[in-house]
Nanobody, 123 residues
Framework: QVQLVESGGGLVQTGGSLRLSCARS????????MGWFRQAPGKEREFVAG???????DYASSVKDRFTISRDNARNMVYLQMNSLKPEDTAVYSC?????????????????WGKGTLVTVSS
């Protein structure tokens, strides 16, 4: 069993920054691919950023060059640094873990989910 708990969400003005954290407990962390997804009101959940167990990263085109995902295996933590935030970044952000192989970051391919943290960007 794996538990994921997000923190760091809140209200920020356009252009501001936030850092989200995801604390993981349970199954060995270092072997998992970790991803951040978000869901805005009335929209489907979408991929934001992912980091594989080997350290390679992927980003959605909408956040590339603004967001940075990182992981600390010793602390069982994953982070999402979000800069230059825009109102369209407003959403509930969730971290998720995937054990096994996968080239695409699809919600249905993730094995474990946190409950999410709300990010609101005011204009």
């Amino acid at each position: 069993q794996v538990q994921l708990v997000e923190s760091g969400g809140g209200l920020v003005q356009t252009g501001g920054s936030l850092r989200l954290s995801c604390a993981r407990s349970g199954r060995t962390f270092s072997g998992a691919d970790m991803g951040w997804f978000r869901q805005a009101p009335g929209k489907e959940r979408e991929f934001v950023a992912g980091i594989r167990s080997g350290g390679t990263t992927d980003y959605a085109s909408s956040v590339k060059d603004r967001f940075t995902i990182s992981r600390d295996n010793a602390r069982n933590m994953v982070y999402l640094q979000m800069n230059s935030l825009k109102p369209e970044d407003t959403a509930v952000y969730s971290c998720a873990a995937r054990y096994g192989t996968g080239s695409r970051w699809l919600p249905e391919g993730m094995n474990y989910w946190g409950k999410g943290t709300l990010v609101t960007v005011s204009s």
